[in-house]
């Protein structure tokens, strides 16, 4: 069995930041340790290549427990209010990236390239020599063994004085994380809340959407839980053959996807759930419906079907029209629709309504919900209770935020708080020296 002092289980985000900051560290403090990261993908970092539609949202201005859900949310409070945007992006530029908000203020590479993240990281990784990484070479179990733990890989078989489980969580799982780690995890009497798909579309009942693919349309989309309004976000829809899309759904995901796993929408039991898009989030329904009166009072012979165009997506609008059982047939003239028509018209515009049909596509999911339990972790150091010196980070723990950089910046943030937690551990157990075999 070879010995190493760090195993780091996963190159992703997480992973990668916890090697590079702890190698600082330990140079810091003259500990010779080596930290061998093991990846089962053949290349690290390939899910970051992925991110933000390939320029990599990686912090938002913003920060705390408040943008995130899940048991470990508020626990995570004071450590992402330490490690604020700010430490972030001040950690990237040390390694060579410059970094910039938007104006929502959201934090990406200048360059606005995420591959120069991943090429910022990889080139002071290869320049560690603390550093080892070895790809193609999944660990399939972790066992405690007389103080330190026994790492078994696909290849080998190691022992080593620290645990860094970085493996991820099951969304996308071409891009590697595929929730293997979660049964490690369990296999080791470790608590993981049920996993669930988030940030992801939203499959809908009927067929409704088929001859409606590819309009996207601003709104505000609402999700209702038995018959309460229980979050409204605005922005972009994006509608696909069967399912609606776009970040107010993505953001919307979350409690739909919960209530499919868990039967509750953000912690409370409820028995249905519904989503209301409103086509005119900026107008009251009386103020459109006089736009609607005053477009056919005005506007000089048109028919029904026309009606729609200049005001909405024409096939949009007259989707919404034929299945909200109106009588006027579309090739008559618009000025047959009579007030109570152009109520009950724009009632339907300000409240379409979709059935979600079942739980999302981990596939086109970015970000998982669910994951090792808040009770298993140190809240100050990520160390699981159950088995010192094993510590979990990233989206394997069971803490999710919405979308604008805060997954990242919970790899990241989660990467630092355990580097330091491992250094000083490391510190005061071996008393400046491990030995270090970088040929194992
Ligand atoms: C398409 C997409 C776009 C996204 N965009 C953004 C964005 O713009 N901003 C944002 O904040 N977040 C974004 N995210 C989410 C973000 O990428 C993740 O939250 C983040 O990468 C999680 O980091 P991690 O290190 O925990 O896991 P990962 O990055 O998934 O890394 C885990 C690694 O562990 C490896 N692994 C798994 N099991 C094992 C094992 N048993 N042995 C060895 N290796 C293993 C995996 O192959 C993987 O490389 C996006 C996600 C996706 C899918």
């Not at 399939?140 to 290849?155: I, L, Q």
């Not at 609607?292 to 200049?310: A, C, H, M, P, S």
């Not at 949009?316 to 003239?333: R, T």
């Amino acid at each position: 069995m070879k010995k190493i002092n760090i195993a780091v289980i996963g190159g992703g985000a997480s992973g990668l930041f916890y090697a590079m900051t702890a190698a600082d560290l330990l140079k810091k403090e003259r500990i010779n340790a080596q930290i061998t990261v093991f990846e089962k993908e053949n290349r690290i970092g390939r899910k970051l290549l992925a991110t933000g539609n390939g320029k990599c949202n990686l912090s938002n201005e913003k920060s705390g427990g408040a943008f995130y859900s899940g048991s470990f949310a508020q626990c995570a409070d004071t450590l992402l209010q330490k490690y604020n945007a700010q430490n972030i992006a001040g950690k990237f530029k040390r390694y060579g990236l410059y970094c910039t908000p938007d104006s929502e203020g959201r934090i990406y590479p200048y360059s606005r390239q995420a591959s120069a993240v991943l090429d910022c990281m990889l080139i002071k990784l290869e320049g560690e020599k603390s550093v080892v990484v070895k790809c193609g070479e999944a660990v399939n179990r972790v066992k405690a063994e007389n103080g330190d733990y026994a790492v078994v890989t696909d290849s080998g078989e190691y022992r080593s004085d620290y645990v860094i489980m970085a493996f991820g969580g099951m969304a996308t799982p071409s891009l590697g994380s595929d929730g293997s780690g979660f049964g490690l995890l369990r296999s080791m009497g470790i608590t993981v809340n049920k996993p669930f798909p988030s940030l992801c579309p939203v499959y809908v009942q009927g067929k409704r959407l088929k001859n409606l693919k590819g309009i996207r349309c601003k709104c505000a989309a609402s999700l209702i839980a038995d018959g309460d309004m229980l979050k409204t976000e605005y922005g972009e829809l994006q509608i696909t053959e069967n399912a609606l899309s776009g970040i107010c759904i993505f953001q919307l995901s979350r409690y739909i996807n919960e209530f499919f796993a868990l039967g509750t929408a953000d912690g409370k039991k409820v028995a249905k759930i519904l989503i209301d898009i409103d086509l005119f989030p900026d107008m009251a329904e009386g103020e459109l419906f006089e736009l609607l009166k005053w477009r056919r009072d005005n506007i000089e012979k048109i028919t029904v079907e026309q009606y729609f165009i200049g005001l909405v997506n024409k096939r949009l609008g007259i989707a919404i029209y034929k299945e909200s059982g109106f009588e006027v047939p579309l090739d008559s003239d618009a000025k047959t629709l009579d007030n109570d028509d152009l109520l009950n018209l724009a009632h339907c515009l300000k409240s379409w309504r979709f059935t979600p049909a079942g739980p999302s596509k981990w596939d086109n999911a970015q970000v998982t919900a669910g994951g090792i339990s808040a009770h298993e972790l140190d809240r100050n150091t990520l160390e699981i209770k159950k088995y010192p010196n094993v510590y979990c980070i990233g989206e394997a723990v069971d803490i999710d935020g919405i979308c604008g950089g805060y997954n990242l910046h919970w790899a990241w943030t989660s990467a630092l708080v355990c580097a330091g937690a491992t250094v000083r551990s490391a510190k005061k157990r071996f008393n400046g020296g491990i030995a270090n075999d970088k040929n194992t």
